[in-house]
């Protein structure tokens, strides 16, 4: 006797990334259409709603750093539901596109031998005179 149920789709393929895209489309509609003017106000989330609907998930690969920023910026903005997985989801995938952008960030400091750093308290004005001592030095002005 043969199975009548379908074998299961993989996770990547065309159907559940179109459905995905419509479900992340309608939560952020719904979330747009919580705050009157957010579509003028957050117009790159504005257009992330068009993108999803024409052309899915996949269009979110393709974005560049600089957009995707401002687009995480503007989800961020607004209150987001916590109990909403295709939302969720979607800020997860911007949060991943925009990682891959990243460039590695280089060490700044090693430290390779058991001294101690000392830390200390300072007043605001003993800080700004340090400050201001040190961006003295930096000029060449004694």
């Known amino acids: 006797m ?21 479900l992340m489309q309608a939560s952020l509609k719904t979330l747009l259409d919580q705050v009157r003017g957010a579509r003028e106000v957050l117009p790159h989330l504005a257009a992330l709603e068009v993108s999803l609907g024409k052309r899915g998930i996949v269009e979110i690969e393709t974005l560049e750093p ?15 539901p916590g109990d909403d997985a295709p ?20 060490q700044l400091a090693t430290f390779v031998d058991d001294s101690k750093m000392m ?13 201001f001592d040190q961006a003295t030095t930096q000029l060449g002005e004694p």
């Open 87 to 106: 939302l969720l989801d979607l800020m997860t995938r911007l949060l991943d596109a925009l990682g891959a952008h990243e460039q590695p960030h280089e």
């Open 119 to 131: 830390v200390m308290e300072l007043s605001h004005t003993d800080f700004m005179k340090a400050s």
């Open 2 to 22: 043969t199975d009548p149920t379908p074998p299961p789709r993989p996770a990547d393929s065309p159907d559940l990334d179109r459905l995905r895209s419509r």
């Open 66 to 80: 600089k957009l995707l920023s401002k687009i995480c910026s503007q989800l961020s903005s607004l209150p987001l």
